[in-house]
């Protein structure tokens, strides 16, 4: 289900950076886990403890990657279990949360706002409920579009390939079957 992986710890270093309680959320929780990064981590096999940071946060980051066991993961209920002046914010994949049950959560004043840059469908359509949710923000899948961009992706790619290519059963880039990411 969840996790804590690189976007969700770099997203917690900027927070922390402006002073700000970091909680997380993660499939295994280990005592002493995450400490550099979050102040409190929470399982995300747990339905009740997922609730638990969405009624703790004042923002909520979701980041997840796209697999059947994310699918509409952020929902009605933890919409529900959000603060008033509460903001969500999905950079991970569109799929991971359930578009339907945030415009509701935002047309109904639930939540304070949302900033969305992924989609349950992309490209988005002119048909999509989104376009007249109040309090949202939209951005075309590109929150990671820097000025750099393009060549720390390809420096990032070349330190990859030279670290498989040094020592390949040891190589920590490698894609779950299982888990889907």
Known sequence: HGGFGDIAQTTARIC??????????RRRVHAGTDKAEADMTFSADDPEARLELFRRSDYVVCSLPGSPTTHHFCGAAEFAAMRRSAVFISVGRG??????ALCETLHSGG???????????EPLPDSAAVWDAPNLLLSPHNADMTANYLLDTCE??????????????????TVSLVHGY
């Not at 922390?16 to 959320?25: D, E, K, N, P």
């Open 16 to 25: 922390r950076a402006f002073g700000m309680q970091v909680l997380a959320l």
């Open 95 to 100: 799929s991971c949360v359930d578009e339907a």
């Open 111 to 121: 939540i304070a706002g949302a900033a969305l840059d992924v989609f349950e469908t």
């Open 156 to 173: 990032a790619f070349a330190e990859k390939l030279a670290a498989f290519r040094a020592a390949p059963a040891e190589f920590r880039g």
